[in-house]
């Protein structure tokens, strides 16, 4: 059991943890049938579903605490209620920007979900222990793509790196801290982020080496950016993504 003040930072963290899961699968989707070969197209498109998937289980948990319906949510709330991350939200870019973006986000949550699987809420610990078996999967196929560009051609190696230089910042915001956890690092539910970031950090720094890729130095956002901080891309992407669902509020599906 757990109080209702860690109840409401709780659906505060599952709401950021879906809307990251939801609105990179919508970038990912963006490359369905253009990938750059027949095989990589079906894969990508497989782990957008994944992504999809996790949500629902993200936004389905959220459900349980707040009563709140997972359609309402998505396709109802105006970019300031979105909670995702931007890294998730900007434009799917070249095939090494989806590459590298969707590496770091595989790493931070192979990171997390380990973290949260050992957890005192037992059905966000019993999720993560499944999520993370898709999530190894994901994380060993982007690898796969970082190490082919880095070592491969100039032009490979060139364009995963200045990918590299533009996702890395981006990429703190996963480890920010929030409002809420305090509450949550009380009652064990999650670890210190600045654990999960040292433990991200010491799994991507040495993997990027290999690649003959490297972090850009000093590229750390100056403050930590909260969650209701979205770029522009963010209002095209849920204009296209809620479209159909506003033409009639009331349809059932």
């Not at 989806?98 to 949550?109: C, I, N, T």
Request: contains cysteine; hydrophobic residues 45%.
């Amino acid at each position: 059991m757990i109080n209702d003040a860690v109840r409401d930072a709780l659906a505060e963290r599952l709401l950021g943890m879906a809307d990251d899961e939801l609105i990179l699968a919508h970038r990912n989707s963006e490359w369905a049938g253009h990938g750059p070969i027949l095989e990589e197209d079906i894969a990508f498109a497989n782990i957008a579903l994944d992504e999809l998937g996790h949500a629902a289980i993200w936004y389905g948990l959220r459900g349980e605490l707040t009563g709140e319906d997972a359609d309402r949510l998505i396709f109802f709330r105006n970019p300031g209620q979105y909670r995702n991350i931007q890294l998730v939200e900007l434009p799917k870019g070249d095939w090494a920007f989806s590459m590298v973006r969707q590496y770091l986000f595989d790493a931070a949550e192979n990171v997390m979900l380990r973290q949260l699987a050992a957890g005192g809420y037992r059905p966000l610990a019993e999720a993560a222990t499944k999520i993370a078996t898709e999530e190894i999967y994901h994380l060993r196929h982007t690898g796969l793509w970082l190490r082919r560009m880095g070592l491969g051609t100039d032009e490979s190696h060139a364009r995963a790196q200045t990918a590299l230089d533009t996702l890395w910042p981006y990429a703190r915001q996963l480890f920010a801290s929030r409002p809420e956890d305090g509450l949550l690092m009380d009652a064990g539910i999650i670890p210190d982020a600045a654990l999960l970031w040292r433990e991200w950090e010491s799994l991507t720094r040495p993997f990027l080496a290999e690649c003959a890729l490297l972090p850009p130095a000093d590229a750390l956002p100056r403050r930590d950016i909260p969650r209701t901080e979205h770029t522009e891309h963010l209002m095209g992407l849920l204009a296209e993504m809620q479209a159909v669902a506003r033409l009639d509020p009331e349809a059932e599906w």
